[in-house]
């Protein structure tokens, strides 16, 4: 197939022999990293795809072991920075073929539980194998030190016991779910109390089993989650070795991978570079080291990482080294872009209607829900943002008329409320002054707690953007752990290249004065 031999290798190009082990064992996965990679990079035709070394065969076994490696370290990584992870019931497409099949199956099996149930007398073998289920489920909830516990399902729950007592028709299975019922309560955690409440309310002994299944399920996935809380510190170590390693071996593969981190972390560095001509050179807080042309490391990688921020995903290239969290940081990006006409919004209100409604309590909060209902959809190609902002300066000017005739306060003239629409439809320009303050303050916040990260104390945040501080360090803490951890897996080759670039620049500045 013709390939341009123009067209530079996107970063997704050069992950392609990568992505095509993975792509099958992810593909179920809402959050497949395949998927995200081909929506949100550019250039990603196979048509156009560049290989820098010649393709060899690979084994089945080849295959398969790279996509379970590739696998796990997607769900390692989604764990570690994704501080909402949770382990979620598989649900089946309402009509699928797979959900018809399942519910005929359950069906079956539960019908014959209850054919077998209403025999005269009663045939318990379906029951005493859900019992032994049951057994099984309860003691993998114990932990080691429950012996008691332990001891007290092992003696009830006796599968021997019970066949002998089915035998001689002596079985009370009423008793032994009574049983169950009251030990999942002890087990469980408290947000599955009222779960188990509705259990006691069941007296059909078919519908009751059935039921206690459902709430074990729970139940696991709640243990299971524990454990991914309890696991995520040491998996964050363990997960950032794992990843360096499979970028190692992959970069001795494919060795200009690091291409675009290259020319990315060039430009922080000359932006950074141009910074300090006008002032003070940045300070390492944490100790790191920086190039002869005195840029801080950390500081150039940290302007570096807010770039990430106002990147054009659809005509540039992501750095090879973040593409896994590509669509992490673009749904960052439009967070704040959509905070930086909510913060416009609050601060020209405020400003219009001066000390009055700073002492109204909620009026903020309430201001803030409203713009952002009416600014829900911003991003898609067919919002109208001036239209929408006009319907937000119609609804807010009747809400602080309404605040301020209900705290015995002046409503605003016809003349003040065309001033504070005017002002507020102004914000769907890019060039807006109010919205470039805001943005250049958030950016700025953000800065700071890149560079406070490691301290105790976090930067203030910046005037005028109180009425949004919380969702301001919300997106701080999201953002700051998908830095952190990038750093913790790739600082390495963040390193070697920027010691590599401030050498050259370095060596540049030398023979510029020896020529002068």
């Given amino acids: ?63 398969m072991e790279t996509a379970k490696g590739v696998a796990n370290m997607a769900l390692a990584h989604e764990i570690v920075v994704n501080g909402d992870f949770q382990i979620k019931p598989h649900e089946l497409p309402e009509h ?20 077998q149930l209403k025999e005269d ?20 909830f114990l932990l080691p030190g429950h012996t008691r516990l332990r001891s ?22 009423y008793k032994l779910v009574e049983f169950i019922i009251g030990m999942m309560g002890t087990l469980c955690a408290p947000a599955r109390d009222e779960e188990i409440k509705k259990l006691k309310d069941i007296h059909e002994i078919v519908p009751l089993f059935r039921a ?9 996935m709640d243990m299971a989650n524990f454990a991914v809380s309890s696991i995520r510190p040491k998996l964050m170590q363990q997960s950032a070795e794992y990843e360096r390693k499979k970028f190692q071996e992959f970069l001795e593969k494919q060795p200009n991978s690091l291409d675009f981190v290259t020319t990315w972390l060039q430009e922080a560095a000359d932006d950074l570079a141009k910074m300090q001509s006008k002032m003070l050179p940045p300070y390492c807080s944490d100790g790191a080291t920086g190039g002869a042309s005195g840029l801080c490391f950390t500081a150039v990688q940290n302007l570096a990482y807010l770039k990430l921020l106002k990147w054009d995903h659809v005509n540039r290239p992501f750095p090879e080294t973040v593409l896994m969290d590509q669509t ?15 913060g416009t919004v609050l601060l020209v209100t405020f400003s219009a209607a001066g000390s009055a409604l700073v002492d109204i309590p909620g009026v903020a909060e309430k201001i803030k829900t409203i713009t952002k209902v009416l600014l829900t959809g911003i991003h898609l190609p067919s919002f109208n943002l001036k239209e929408s902002l006009a319907t937000v300066g119609e609804t807010v000017c009747a809400e602080v008329n309404s605040c301020l005739s209900q705290h015995g306060f002046t409503p605003f003239s016809a003349e003040r409320e065309a001033v504070l629409k005017g002002q507020i439809q102004a914000a769907a320009n890019p060039d807006n002054a109010i919205c470039k303050l805001i943005d250049s303050r ?8 890149l560079a406070s990260s490691h301290q105790k104390s976090l930067p203030a945040v910046p005037g005028g953007l109180g009425p949004v501080q919380r969702e301001l360090e919300d997106i701080a803490v999201k953002y700051a752990r998908l830095v952190n951890y990038n750093k913790m897996v790739f600082s390495p080759y963040y390193d070697a290249i920027l ?14 004065s020896e020529e002068s």
């Fill in 96 to 115: 699928s073929l797979e959900k018809k099949v399942r519910d005929i199956v359950h069906k079956a099996f539960w019908d014959c539980l209850e054919a």
């Fill in 328 to 342: 992490r940081f673009q749904e960052i990006q439009l967070e704040l872009e959509q905070l930086v006409v909510i």
């Fill in 212 to 220: 206690i299944f459902s709430v074990l399920d729970l139940m696991k």
């Fill in 1 to 63: 197939m013709a390939q341009n031999p123009d067209k530079p290798p996107s970063s997704e190009e050069k992950l392609s022999g990568l992505e095509d082990g993975q792509e099958e064992s992810l593909d179920n996965s809402d959050q497949s990293i395949a998927k995200r990679i081909r929506q949100s990079a550019p250039g990603s035709h196979s048509d156009d795809t560049l290989t820098s070394s010649p393709s060899r065969l690979v084994s089945v076994e080849e295959l």
């Fill in 499 to 512: 010691g590599k670039i401030l050498s050259e620049e370095e060596s540049q500045l030398v023979g510029k």
């Fill in 152 to 173: 007290q399902i092992t003696e009830v729950l006796d599968l021997d016991l019970i066949k002998q007592e089915a035998e001689n028709g002596a079985l009370d299975i």
């Fill in 442 to 449: 958030i950016q700025k916040f953000l800065e700071n707690y």
């Fill in 121 to 140: 007398p009663p045939t318990y073998d379906h029951a005493i194998k859900l019992l032994g289920e049951i057994k099984e489920n309860l003691l993998s």
